[in-house]
């Protein structure tokens, strides 16, 4: 199972699922009661904007990925699973460490301490196509100087590298990653520079959420992103997750963590949208890939499978 991060949002999402599934609708009721506000009012009718602010994205890309799996769960057998950043939190509560109330909650909290440490020492982050992580790596150690900080943190595609920090150590190793032979650098829309040192006072506030909240042993092993291995007991998962807000996600390895532990089985994205399917096309070439996402897609699942 592969459960997506933040950016795969849009207005409408999951609403299709709760029309057609009581399963489903259930899903955005116990969150809405979870959180004590409308978040299934804001995924489903917007506006956009609000639907993007930080705190709002991150629950309802959690919630729409629990309530795919709440309609097709029975269905599954998960050999393992993991989550982008915040999609690892779904692959917990899918596997059932943690309840889905503990979960959207985590979560809502998680976003706001983001949030706030990102308006306390504001930075950004901006993804850099055609150059390998280690050159990225190694020109982000160079970029930094003078207390700013720039650092690869999401290792997203062989090719594809998001970068992190300070704005002006940002701009500096956006210089020199294209000098090196950068396709692109895009700068991303984000609220702070995530998964990098400067997310250090979120990362405190939330290993104190994680503390008071039992975390149980996963069905199947979730696939960290901070370490790239198979998580398969609560205590390590919770110390993962507190260290994941300034370590770099290791998707690549994560995916082919997944791959060796699934030894054939195929990926199958839970969520809004199809990133993370396109990734591991691309980081596993030749494991079969699908995703469940809409009222369609699931309604064709529960009647053909996979095949």
Request: hydrophobic letters at 50%; one cysteine or more.
């Amino acid at each position: 199972m592969l459960c997506p991060g933040q950016g795969a949002q849009r207005v409408g999402m999951g609403k299709d699922l709760a029309e057609r599934f009581p399963a489903a609708r259930a899903v955005f009721a116990e969150a809405d009661a979870a959180l004590g506000t409308a978040l299934s009012r804001v995924m489903w009718a917007g506006p956009e904007a609000e639907l993007t602010l930080t705190h709002n994205a991150q629950p309802a890309i959690l919630v729409h990925t629990l309530a795919v799996h709440a309609v097709v769960g029975e269905r599954l057998a998960p050999v393992a699973a993991a989550g982008h950043s915040l999609g690892e939190y779904a692959a917990y509560a899918a596997l059932g460490s943690l309840t889905l109330a503990d979960a959207v909650r985590l979560v809502r909290v998680r976003s706001e301490l983001m949030l706030a440490a990102g308006r306390a020492r504001p930075g950004t982050m901006a993804a850099v196509l055609g150059l390998d992580a280690g050159r990225v790596a190694a020109i982000c150690v160079a970029a930094s100087r003078d207390g700013e900080v720039v650092v690869a943190a999401n290792l997203n595609a062989p090719d594809q590298v998001v970068i992190s920090g300070d704005p002006p150590a940002i701009e500096r190793a956006g210089v020199a990653l294209k000098e090196a032979g950068a396709k692109r650098v895009v700068a991303l829309k984000v609220s702070g520079a995530f998964h990098s040192p400067l997310m250090a006072p979120a990362a405190a506030g939330l290993m104190e959420a994680l503390d008071r909240v039992p975390l149980r042993d996963p069905r199947a092993p979730v696939v960290a992103n901070a370490s790239a291995e198979p998580v398969r007991d609560g205590a390590t998962a919770r110390r993962l997750l507190g260290a994941q807000l300034t370590a770099p996600v290791r998707w690549v390895e994560s995916v082919q963590a997944l791959a060796r532990l699934g030894d054939g089985a195929p990926f199958l994205e839970l969520g809004p949208g199809n990133v993370l399917a396109g990734l591991a096309q691309r980081i596993a070439p030749g494991v079969p890939v699908a995703n469940l996402g809409t009222a369609v897609e699931v309604e064709v699942f529960l009647e053909k499978g996979l095949a």
